[in-house]
Protein backbone atom coordinates (compact mmCIF):
# COMPACT_ATOMS: atom_id res chain seq x y z
CA UNK A 1 0.00 0.00 0.00
CA UNK A 2 1.28 3.52 -1.03
CA UNK A 3 0.04 6.64 0.65
CA UNK A 4 0.31 9.63 -1.53
CA UNK A 5 0.18 13.14 0.05
CA UNK A 6 0.25 16.55 -2.10
CA UNK A 7 0.72 19.73 -1.11
CA UNK A 8 1.05 22.91 -2.97
CA UNK A 9 -2.58 24.41 -4.54
CA UNK A 10 -3.91 27.52 -3.90
CA UNK A 11 -5.09 30.65 -5.61
CA UNK A 12 -3.02 32.28 -7.99
CA UNK A 13 -3.69 34.95 -10.53
CA UNK A 14 -3.44 34.02 -14.57
CA UNK A 15 0.64 34.19 -15.41
CA UNK A 16 1.59 33.18 -12.35
CA UNK A 17 3.37 30.11 -11.01
CA UNK A 18 2.81 27.30 -8.44
CA UNK A 19 4.65 24.26 -7.51
CA UNK A 20 3.03 21.07 -6.44
CA UNK A 21 4.55 18.53 -4.41
CA UNK A 22 3.58 14.82 -3.65
CA UNK A 23 5.45 13.18 -1.07
CA UNK A 24 5.03 8.99 -1.23
CA UNK A 25 5.04 6.51 1.97
CA UNK A 26 6.42 3.91 -0.18
CA UNK A 27 9.48 2.07 0.85
CA UNK A 28 11.18 1.47 -2.83
CA UNK A 29 9.88 4.56 -4.15
CA UNK A 30 11.91 4.10 -7.24
CA UNK A 31 9.97 1.55 -7.90
CA UNK A 32 7.06 3.52 -8.91
CA UNK A 33 6.19 5.55 -11.97
CA UNK A 34 4.66 8.73 -10.94
CA UNK A 35 1.93 10.88 -12.88
CA UNK A 36 -0.25 13.82 -12.08
CA UNK A 37 -3.97 14.57 -13.15
CA UNK A 38 -6.70 16.88 -12.76
CA UNK A 39 -10.10 17.20 -12.60
CA UNK A 40 -11.94 20.43 -13.27
CA UNK A 41 -15.74 21.00 -12.07
CA UNK A 42 -18.25 18.63 -14.41
CA UNK A 43 -15.19 17.69 -16.37
CA UNK A 44 -13.40 13.96 -16.21
CA UNK A 45 -10.43 13.50 -14.30
CA UNK A 46 -7.19 14.29 -17.27
CA UNK A 47 -3.92 13.58 -17.81
CA UNK A 48 -1.36 16.07 -17.03
CA UNK A 49 2.19 14.49 -16.45
CA UNK A 50 4.24 11.78 -15.69
CA UNK A 51 7.55 10.34 -15.18
CA UNK A 52 9.21 7.44 -15.83
CA UNK A 53 10.80 5.40 -12.40
CA UNK A 54 14.60 6.71 -12.81
CA UNK A 55 12.88 10.02 -13.58
CA UNK A 56 14.52 9.97 -17.25
CA UNK A 57 11.68 9.71 -19.26
CA UNK A 58 8.88 12.40 -19.09
CA UNK A 59 5.32 13.29 -21.09
CA UNK A 60 2.91 15.96 -21.08
CA UNK A 61 -0.47 16.59 -22.18
CA UNK A 62 -0.36 19.33 -25.32
CA UNK A 63 -2.68 22.03 -22.89
CA UNK A 64 0.55 21.73 -20.47
CA UNK A 65 3.75 21.29 -22.76
CA UNK A 66 6.08 23.75 -22.47
CA UNK A 67 4.45 25.36 -18.82
CA UNK A 68 4.66 22.77 -16.67
CA UNK A 69 7.74 20.58 -15.88
CA UNK A 70 7.32 17.48 -13.64
CA UNK A 71 10.18 15.89 -11.57
CA UNK A 72 11.39 13.83 -8.87
CA UNK A 73 13.71 13.17 -6.13
CA UNK A 74 14.05 9.73 -5.25
CA UNK A 75 16.02 10.00 -2.53
CA UNK A 76 12.71 12.60 -0.53
CA UNK A 77 10.58 10.13 -2.33
CA UNK A 78 8.70 12.82 -3.58
CA UNK A 79 7.45 13.94 -7.23
CA UNK A 80 6.87 17.76 -8.09
CA UNK A 81 5.28 19.82 -10.82
CA UNK A 82 6.28 23.06 -11.50
CA UNK A 83 3.66 25.09 -13.36
CA UNK A 84 4.06 28.29 -14.99
CA UNK A 85 2.39 30.74 -17.19
CA UNK A 86 -0.60 29.39 -15.90
CA UNK A 87 -4.13 30.25 -17.14
CA UNK A 88 -7.78 30.23 -16.13
CA UNK A 89 -8.28 26.59 -17.80
CA UNK A 90 -5.47 24.68 -15.53
CA UNK A 91 -7.82 25.82 -12.70
CA UNK A 92 -9.07 22.21 -10.93
CA UNK A 93 -7.95 20.17 -8.67
CA UNK A 94 -4.97 17.87 -9.19
CA UNK A 95 -3.76 14.21 -7.68
CA UNK A 96 -0.84 12.31 -8.02
CA UNK A 97 -0.75 9.01 -8.89
CA UNK A 98 1.38 6.04 -8.38
CA UNK A 99 1.99 3.04 -10.86
CA UNK A 100 4.11 -0.37 -9.78
CA UNK A 101 6.06 -1.07 -13.06
CA UNK A 102 8.95 -3.12 -13.80
CA UNK A 103 10.05 -0.86 -16.91
CA UNK A 104 11.56 2.57 -17.46
CA UNK A 105 9.04 4.42 -19.64
CA UNK A 106 5.98 7.26 -18.56
CA UNK A 107 2.69 6.92 -19.03
CA UNK A 108 -0.38 8.50 -19.49
CA UNK A 109 -2.93 6.18 -19.30
CA UNK A 110 -5.21 7.08 -16.16
CA UNK A 111 -6.00 3.29 -15.82
CA UNK A 112 -2.35 2.24 -15.23
CA UNK A 113 -2.50 3.95 -12.17
CA UNK A 114 -2.63 1.78 -8.89
CA UNK A 115 -2.20 4.44 -5.99
CA UNK A 116 -3.56 8.11 -5.66
CA UNK A 117 -3.73 11.11 -3.37
CA UNK A 118 -6.57 12.83 -2.02
CA UNK A 119 -5.91 16.28 -4.47
CA UNK A 120 -5.08 19.80 -3.89
CA UNK A 121 -7.15 22.68 -5.70
CA UNK A 122 -5.57 24.85 -7.92
CA UNK A 123 -7.41 28.06 -8.81
CA UNK A 124 -6.49 30.06 -11.69
CA UNK A 125 -8.06 33.66 -11.28
CA UNK A 126 -7.81 36.24 -14.80
Known amino acids: QVQLVESGGGLVQAGGSLRLSCAAS????????MGWFRQAPGKEREFVAA????????VYADSVKGRFTISRGNAKNTVYLQMNSLKPEDTAVYYC???????????????????WGQGTQVTVSS
Open 97 to 115: AARITGTDNANNRIGSYNY
Open 26 to 33: ARTFVSYG
Open 51 to 58: ISRSGGNT
